[in-house]
Nanobody, 130 residues
Framework: QVQLVESGGGSVQAGGSLRLSCAAS????????MGWFRQAPGKEREGVAS???????????YYVDSVKGRFTISQDNAKNTLYLEMNSLKPEDTAMYYC????????????????????WGQGTQVTVSS
């Protein structure tokens, strides 16, 4: 059974940084997409970033417009861990952040469609105060 466990959430002031981690057990990255989603109270879950490993040291990455230039998704294959580095945080980034895995690569991309990901973590809360 695949398990995804997020950590690294917390409370920061606007402009601050956090690094989220997602430890994956019994999961093989190589041919599938992984991603980060978030859900704020009263809002639908939205995709934030996705990644898959194209080659030995090349990766496809995608970011939703609202986080481009501020967030960085990466993965450490040796540690089976997915990361989301978040800088210049804004109050509107406040949400529960979820790690997801198991989506098929589509035309060389990883669309951030929640229903495409078969595995989910329990979430980690990020709160950004102004």
């Amino acid at each position: 059974q695949v398990q995804l466990v997020e950590s690294g959430g917390g409370s920061v002031q606007a402009g601050g940084s956090l690094r989220l981690s997602c430890a994956a057990s019994r999961y093989t990255y190589s041919t599938y997409c992984m991603g980060w989603f978030r859900q704020a109270p009263g809002k639908e879950r939205e995709g934030v970033a996705s990644i898959y490993r194209r080659g030995v040291s090349t990766y496809y990455v995608y970011y939703v417009d609202s986080v481009k230039g501020r967030f960085t998704i990466s993965q450490d294959n040796a540690k089976n861990t997915l990361y989301l580095e978040m800088n210049s945080l804004k109050p509107e980034d406040t949400a529960m952040y979820y790690c997801a895995a198991g989506a098929m690569v589509v035309g060389g991309t990883c669309p951030l469609i929640a229903g495409s990901f078969g595995y989910w973590g329990q979430g980690t809360q990020v709160t950004v105060s102004s």
